[in-house]
């Protein structure tokens, strides 16, 4: 995640901050008690603060779920643009 936030902001989908290196957090969108997976979809950076203060929570799909395919599309599209995403991508992906 910190190679992309090296190459274009990525704005936060609770808050719309712009994350940084010092303070991001990977959430589970849908908790962890719902769904026990670490599947790439249900996986969403957002800040340490935030993280640790939606818990188990689940939020608004209607409010937050587009934020989030969206963010997930600008990942998906970096992988394309930028060869040292798409090696860090195939990476992960053979560790699946």
Do not use: C
């Not at 970096?78 to 053979?94: M, N, S």
């Amino acid at each position: 995640m910190k190679l992309i936030l090296s190459l274009e902001p990525v704005h936060e989908i609770y808050s719309g901050q712009i994350l940084t290196e010092n303070d991001i957090s990977i959430d589970h969108f849908v908790p962890w008690s719902y769904v026990a997976h670490d599947e790439m979809w249900n996986l969403n950076p957002t800040t340490k603060s935030i993280n640790s203060s939606k818990r188990n929570n689940l939020l608004d799909w209607d409010e937050y779920f587009e934020k989030l395919a969206q963010q997930e599309f600008q990942s998906y599209r970096l992988i394309w643009k930028y060869d040292a995403v798409h090696k860090e991508f195939e990476k992960l992906k053979r560790n699946i």
